[in-house]
């Protein structure tokens, strides 16, 4: 079990936008690295990065071409391996992104599969026996090749499956996961995974991780799948880390990972938070936290004490928190998102509150998720010091507004955004009670126009988060008697009765006494 998962914070990086350091409007490794000590100052210390792999970007770089080589756009193998070492100089963790579903239709083991003779990948991906018959349920690739078959997608068009079997079998050309190819699969990914963690990373974001095997409905086979590579870590690379874009933590921590998002699809109702038209964190009241308190109390206790839900503030697949949290209330979303167990995970950009820039066309098969990929504002300077190419030639447009929050000028303001994230964290990182394996007990579950308030605690210490983005004054029954404030923000909590009060659009962390 890596023992630095204990107090994880961590910040994701799309690279494509965060710094170009070579003027061609595209993110690069020498800009990562350029910017750890920003990262660090701030108080993360681990990072994930999206796809660097070489990749025709049909999906951003979630279409692997050579799982072995980076994309020359952002430097070269040896230029990670550097970032690798810088990250570690400095304490900082770092997880590359494993797309293990599908690779590109570029990749030479699709290319090797889409021959009629047989041949070592002949069975690498999902192909029906025939190209009449399509894979059920799933989209295919037909009429393609001299291969006589269909080949499964597993996402976008681009994004052929790779073979990992099928749990349920209806038809002759549907393998076991036990079965040669699939196994082969499963090999093929875990030398990947070999290789980079070889080279220096600390472990994988793992992409559509309950996606592998197919006909599974209860992912149990895809849980065991997983249950192997962990295995697999555990003998070889017992400090890495693996976190899945899963989204239902009772399955995917089962299945070995250490850790699971909450997401904007799946049951958990993190969407309520932070993502609808009436979030919990609005000051109009009429969001409701208690559905996502449900889920999560029961996925913590289904998951098992040693998995980490993790709630992150964004990815790159979602609108920008800053698109339905306005104002202060984003103080407050960060107030929760830094107090809760698990790892946090906050998205480059939202540290500042960047916005998502509305209306843009879709690049590399971003859509309408382009606008949450805009390139990071580091300060007023032209293309907010992100690039010194010229504007037309960045990646994605910018947010076009004249008073667009940056780096630059957040640091130096006590009250911005910037300072509160920095601040938050720092509180989480000497506070025990606050830690990623710390326990929680809610005291108040944000129904509407209700306060958000829960208990963190371990041995050492215990505090109470209390959340009110309600634009009036709350209250909410507590026994105990709160102490020193650790943090406040819009104004003190008061207590009488047995009675917390808590003023309008207010947070703070209270030790208990
Ligand atoms: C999830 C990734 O986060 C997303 O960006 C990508 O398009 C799909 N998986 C397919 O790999
Ligand atoms: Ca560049």
């Given at each position: 079990m890596p023992k630095w998962l204990d107090n994880a914070v961590f910040y994701e990086i799309y690279p494509q936008t965060f710094l170009d350091t070579n003027a061609d409007g595209i993110g690069d490794f020498r800009g990562i690295i350029r910017k750890l000590d920003y990262i660090k100052d701030l108080g993360f210390n681990a990072l994930w990065i999206n796809p660097c792999f070489l990749s025709p970007f049909g999906d951003a770089g979630y279409d692997v071409a050579d799982y072995y080589t980076v994309a020359p756009r952002y430097g070269t193998n040896e230029d990670l391996k550097e970032l690798f070492a810088e990250a570690h100089r400095r304490g900082i963790h770092v997880l590359l992104d494993l797309v293990p579903g599908h690779t590109s239709v570029e990749h030479k083991w699709f290319r090797e599969s889409m021959k009629p003779e047989k041949n070592e990948f002949t069975d690498r991906y999902v192909w029906t026996d025939s190209v009449w018959e399509a894979p059920e349920s799933l989209g295919c690739l037909r009429g393609i090749s001299q291969r006589d078959g269909s080949c499964a997608l597993n996402f976008f068009t681009c994004q052929p499956a790779l073979n990992y079997g099928y749990n349920e079998r209806t038809r002759p050309w549907q393998q076991s996961p036990e079965d040669e190819g699939p196994r082969a699969t499963l090999a093929a990914m875990m030398d990947v995974m070999r290789f980079w963690l070889t080279m220096g990373c600390d472990g994988f974001r793992v992409d559509m991780a309950m996606s592998l095997v197919k006909n599974d409905p209860e992912g149990e086979a895809t849980i065991a799948l997983w249950q192997k590579v962990r295995a697999f870590l555990d003998r070889e690379f017992p400090e890495a880390a693996i976190i899945s874009e899963w989204g239902e933590p009772e399955k995917s921590l089962r299945g070995g990972f250490h850790m699971d998002f909450l997401l904007h699809f799946g049951p958990s109702h993190y969407n309520d938070l932070f993502r609808c038209e009436e979030p919990f964190f609005s000051d109009r009241g009429l969001g409701d936290a208690s559905a996502f308190v449900e889920k999560y109390l029961e996925s913590r206790k289904k998951a098992g004490k040693d998995g980490l839900i993790c709630i992150p503030s964004g990815n790159h697949d979602m609108v920008r928190l800053a698109k339905h949290v306005e104002g202060n209330q984003k103080k407050l979303a960060f107030t929760f998102l830094l107090t809760m167990p698990g790892a946090p995970f906050v998205y480059y950009g939202d540290e500042i509150g960047m916005r998502y820039v509305e209306g843009l066309t879709s690049v590399e098969g971003g859509y309408d998720r382009t606008g949450a990929r805009s390139p990071m504002q580091w300060d007023k300077s032209v293309n907010a010091g992100f690039s010194a190419a010229s504007t037309e030639k960045l990646y994605i447009p910018q947010d076009p507004d004249p008073d667009r929050p940056t780096v630059e000028a957040q640091l130096t303001d006590p009250d911005s955004q910037l300072r509160q994230v920095k601040t938050l964290i720092s509180l989480r990182r000497t506070h025990p009670a606050l830690g990623n394996r710390s326990g929680i007990t809610f005291v108040?579950?944000?129904?509407?126009?209700?306060a958000l308030a829960y208990e963190r605690g371990c041995e050492q210490e215990q505090l109470l988060v209390v959340l009110n983005p309600y634009r009036e004054a709350v209250t909410f029954p507590y026994a105990k008697v709160l102490g020193e404030p650790l943090y406040t923000f819009g104004g003190e909590a008061s207590q009488e009765n047995g009675t917390v009060s808590l003023s309008a659009v207010s947070a703070g962390i209270y030790k208990i006494k």
């Open positions: 108040s579950t944000g129904a509407p126009k209700q």
